[in-house]
């Protein structure tokens, strides 16, 4: 009996020191951009990279969710939303081509016809986010989708 309660005895104390350090040292969260970044570069030049980008981004916005305890959304979104305006301004620095290719008005029509902003963004409502994170990150991800596309669809590829 004896060595049953300290065994008990033991195993209690050990996750105090556990929890002590847990506190010193709070978990980092979700890597978005990390994340963004390895999901992206793996998408393959297929017909469907559109989607599978797609799903890169919003998987993104939900690990990071959900990381953050659902507690933080507009944060999240604004990660999102920033991480994909500075690698469309990588794209454009390294192949104006593609910039130029990106904002020409029929390049899409086609291909993808919701790659036009619908009307006014600022009507739009989310629980938990603002009219201007959502215009801010629908700009960003539509002009990204269309860059990406563009650049991976280009002969000598930097990636």
């Given amino acids: 009996m004896r060595i049953i309660q300290s065994c008990v005895a033991a195993v209690a104390l050990v996750p105090a ?8 040292h709070p978990s980092p969260g979700f890597d ?29 916005r939900e690990l990071c969710n959900m990381g953050r305890e659902m507690q933080s959304q507009g944060d999240c979104l604004a990660d999102v939303t920033y991480w994909l305006e500075q690698d469309g301004a990588r794209i454009e620095s390294t192949d104006r081509e593609a910039s130029e290719q990106a904002e020409a008005p029929s390049a899409f029509a086609d291909l993808w016809p919701q790659a036009t902003p619908q009307g ?17 990150y629908q700009t960003a991800l539509l002009k990204w989708f269309k860059l990406r596309v563009v650049e991976r669809h280009q002969p000598n590829r930097n990636r």
């Fill in 120 to 136: 006014d963004c600022s009507t739009t409502q989310v629980a938990g986010l603002n009219a201007a994170e959502l215009c801010a």
């Fill in 17 to 24: 020191p556990i929890l002590a350090a847990a506190d010193r």
């Fill in 32 to 60: 978005t951009e990390g994340y963004l970044v390895a999901c992206s570069s793996r998408t393959l030049d297929v017909p469907l990279q559109t989607p599978m980008l797609q799903l890169c981004v919003s998987t993104a």
